[in-house]
């Protein structure tokens, strides 16, 4: 799995840890212990996105941006097609765009990151899916998705180079605990789902997100397993 795919991948299960299951773990040591990992993970990866360094990591934010940038011109010309079949899925989608990626066309990564994070995230709602497909934008969305997990995983190779040089942990070394406390978080769920029920759509959600991130890092450049 990429440096891109695991930070997205332990996101979405830490926010569906902290609301929807929340009943279930709220301050559950195998939690925290995620929590902690992850912090220490992130924080190294968005230092070096504030600072913005390095040709590769700005061309793939280039990448990502226009992709954004593209999709919303798509969809603000569906949305004023008057007669337009679409036009009604094209007006929804292009509400998601605007607010959810207010950032999107500022300079700071971090922003950027967390902005296309939660939008991608919106994006893969089955009613969302719905009109992405009606008005023939799946490849599009596929190809802003990659984008996005191809700028993380830059950002992290890029992280773990300066780290070197510096005497610090470089991601690969930041990444093993962090993949440790989420296989334990994760078997621990797994086996509540198989003697309580209402473990079950945790367990269905977290093999669900690891099928996506799984498609969404296949095709991109980054540190595997």
């Known amino acids: 799995m990429s440096v891109g795919s695991l930070g997205f991948f332990c996101m979405e299960v ?41 040709k590769v990591v700005a061309k793939a934010n280039t990448t990502r941006t226009d992709l954004y940038l593209s999709v919303r011109l798509v969809l603000r010309g569906y949305a ?69 997990n191809d700028f993380e995983d830059k950002v992290g190779e890029q992280t773990s180079a ?13 990444r093993k605990p962090l993949e440790k406390s989420l296989r334990n978080y994760l078997n621990f769920v797994k086996a509540m789902s198989s003697v309580d029920d209402s473990w079950k759509s945790f367990y269905l959600f977290a093999e669900e997100i690891a099928k996506k991130t799984s498609r969404a890092g296949k095709g991109t450049k980054g540190e595997e397993e």
């Open 14 to 54: 830490i926010d569906y840890s902290d609301k929807t299951a929340a009943e279930l773990v709220a301050n559950h040591p195998l939690l925290t212990s995620l929590k902690n990992e992850y912090g220490a993970f992130k924080a190294s990866i968005d230092k070096q996105a504030y600072s913005g360094k390095g």
């Open 80 to 148: 004023k097609a008057q007669g337009f079949s679409g036009q009604k899925e094209a007006r929804e989608l292009l509400k998601l765009f605007v607010v959810k990626g207010k950032n999107v066309s500022k300079n700071n990564y971090n922003e950027k990151s967390t902005d296309l994070y939660i939008l991608l995230r919106e994006l893969s709602k089955p009613e969302q899916i719905a009109r992405i497909e009606k008005l023939g934008l799946t490849e599009m969305i596929q190809l802003l998705e990659k984008a996005y």
């Open 162 to 174: 300066n780290a070197e040089l510096r005497g610090l942990p470089t991601a690969t070394k930041l």
